[in-house]
């Protein structure tokens, strides 16, 4: 691994997280010595298996990026943003007729010698922008790649003519284009400054964090630390388990609402707020929450202005979805929605001009399941039977597993490279289950020897009622903690984080490492992280 040439201290301010692509990053620590700086098409060496097909480079003056797309994930603007050089490198696969984009953005002054490589969403390869604009705004060189395919929502690379699935092009978004990403541009810092990046970092979430995942396992050389918030790793288990609220609607025939799936959340908050040992409106520990949806039923709500009664149906249908997929013998075949996280995503619904209700799939997992799955991109995941889901189950495992699966848990041979990798993942993730990660945590403990071997290297922290990639305007130091982990070797017991509570209140708090979780002191303010300590959880 490239590492360590220069010594260069730690200093970082907290990088803010949403929507699966960072928004921040820090450090303010500039390399020693006297440093060059030439805004020049650098070309660098072709990574194996591919060619380089061009390579451009433009200096960019301070001002306002304006992100490209439409909100949440573009639209915006991002003020402030230094005078840098945007370099970027087309690779192909010779004979896959592929032409995957590396962008690479370098501060012209201030550069803190550190390279940082920003990850993707949902179906994106990469950054549009946003990721690498909040690097470069605090001294990273910074890189992405779009992996020769589309953005977020964009799967029209997926198929080719005949309607067999693009190969070539899903090898570039589930592993090799992050990979070669890193390769060219570790090279084009290092033409560009006149010397290598002193530290490497890779920073995503969601399908970002998956890539920082893939990092680790497959190409363990390529980065000194690793930032992988709620990582899209168990690809296929996941992804088709998140269809499992519109099964199970369709089987039952009943489409609760979202006013009525909210007040089940409501009533869960309420019987387990107090479960941490203090009513603060988050749940610490979400895994001791056993509220029974049924205690609800007969209850009246009133919803869009008119009274409604909470029926049997609906806590079946809210039971099964917190409880998750099941085959036909009634084995798990991967976790349910959190309780407490949003059910406006997978348990969507409509209803026609005619009055009958179907079923909405959150277009993510239905475009897998679809697309990828079934080749047959119109096919109708609103209607699955539960023998249909399970079907579809094992038919992506057994075909994607080894392609995007990213979930082995032997991380030897990084932690034998001396890298550090941190996740942390909000409890009320609705678009990835939590419990799917600590899974993996659980996995790689058996695989390395115990919890205390894979702290060494590797530690996971739950942020309390935070949904997927957000803070809903907080911040966590997740980076900062990292650049301290890996550059001063202050391994973080804690991550500090701003968040925001059921009622919209922001509290500051500290994220646990796992398996602990946070507990009341019995004084001071509820609202203050210093309120509380992270324990053992306790057997009940």
């Given amino acids: 691994m490239k590492r360590r040439f220069l010594a260069v201290a730690a200093a970082a301010v907290p990088l803010a997280a949403a929507l699966g692509a960072p928004v921040g990053a820090s450090a303010d620590t500039a390399p020693h010595g006297p440093l060059s700086f030439t805004c020049a098409p650098v070309a660098p060496p072709a990574p194996a298996g591919t060619a380089v097909e061009s390579v451009t480079a433009v200096g960019v003056p301070a001002g306002t990026f304006q992100v490209p797309g439409v909100p949440p994930l573009g639209g915006f603007p991002v003020p402030d943003v230094p005078a840098h050089c945007e370099v970027t490198v087309t690779l192909t696969h010779p004979g896959a007729g592929d032409h995957a984009e590396v962008n690479v953005w370098l501060p012209q002054a201030g ?25 470069v705004k605090q001294g990273y060189a910074a890189a992405t790649t779009d992996a020769g395919v589309g953005g977020a929502l964009d799967t029209s690379w997926a198929l080719d003519a005949s309607g067999h699935v693009n190969t070539a092009l ?54 000194d630390g690793i930032n992988a918030s709620a990582p899209g790793i168990n690809w296929n288990q996941f992804e088709i388990a998140t269809l499992w609220p519109q099964v199970v609607m369709h089987e039952t025939r009943t489409y609760p609402t979202a006013c009525e799936f909210d007040a089940f959340n409501r009533a869960a908050l309420t019987a387990c707020d107090r479960l941490d040992g203090a009513a603060d409106g988050l749940v610490g520990d979400p895994a001791r929450c056993d509220y029974d949806p049924r205690r609800l039923i007969g209850t009246r709500i009133v919803c869009d202005g008119k009274e409604i009664t909470v029926t049997a149906a609906d806590a079946e249908v809210v039971r099964r979805i917190w409880d998750g997929p099941r085959d036909a013998g009634g084995k798990r075949l991967w976790y349910g929605l959190p309780i407490g996280a949003d059910f406006r995503y997978l348990a969507a619904s409509r209803t026609d001009e005619n009055g009958v209700t179907t079923g909405s799939p959150f277009v993510v997992p239905a475009v897998w399941a679809a697309t990828f799955v079934q080749k047959q991109p119109a096919f109708d995941i609103a209607n699955l039977s539960y023998a249909r889901f399970e079907e579809i189950f094992r038919t992506a495992r057994a075909e994607y597993d080894q392609v995007i699966g990213t979930r082995d848990p ?19 993730d609705q678009l990835i289950p939590t419990a799917g990660t600590v899974d993996y945590r659980k996995r790689v403990e058996r695989e390395m020897g115990g919890s205390k071997r894979v702290d060494d290297f590797y530690r996971l922290f739950l942020a309390p009622g935070v949904p997927h990639c957000g803070l809903n305007g907080g911040k966590v130091d997740d980076l900062a903690a990292l650049t301290a982990w890996v550059e001063q070797g202050r391994a973080p017991a804690v991550l500090h984080a701003d968040l925001t509570t059921a009622d919209g209140r922001t509290v500051t708090r500290d994220l646990c490492r796992y398996p602990t979780v946070p507990h009341y002191t019995g004084h001071g303010d509820p609202a203050a992280a210093s309120s509380f300590r992270c324990v053992q959880p306790p057997r009940d």
């Fill in 170 to 223: 899903l090898d570039n978004f589930a592993s090799r284009s992050a990979h070669e990403m890193a390769l060219v541009g570790k090279d084009v810092v290092a033409g560009v400054y006149g010397r290598a990046a002193s530290w490497s970092y890779w920073n995503g979430c969601s399908t970002g964090g998956r890539q920082g995942y893939l990092e680790a396992q497959r190409y363990p050389d390529d980065f």
């Fill in 410 to 428: 032997d991380l030897s041979a990084f932690r034998a490279a001396g890298g550090k990798l941190i996740t942390w993942h909000g409890t009320a």
């Fill in 111 to 135: 550069w803190n010698g550190r390279f940082q490589a920003v990850g993707g969403s949902a179906y994106a390869a990469g950054d549009n922008g946003a990721g690498l604009a909040a690097a």
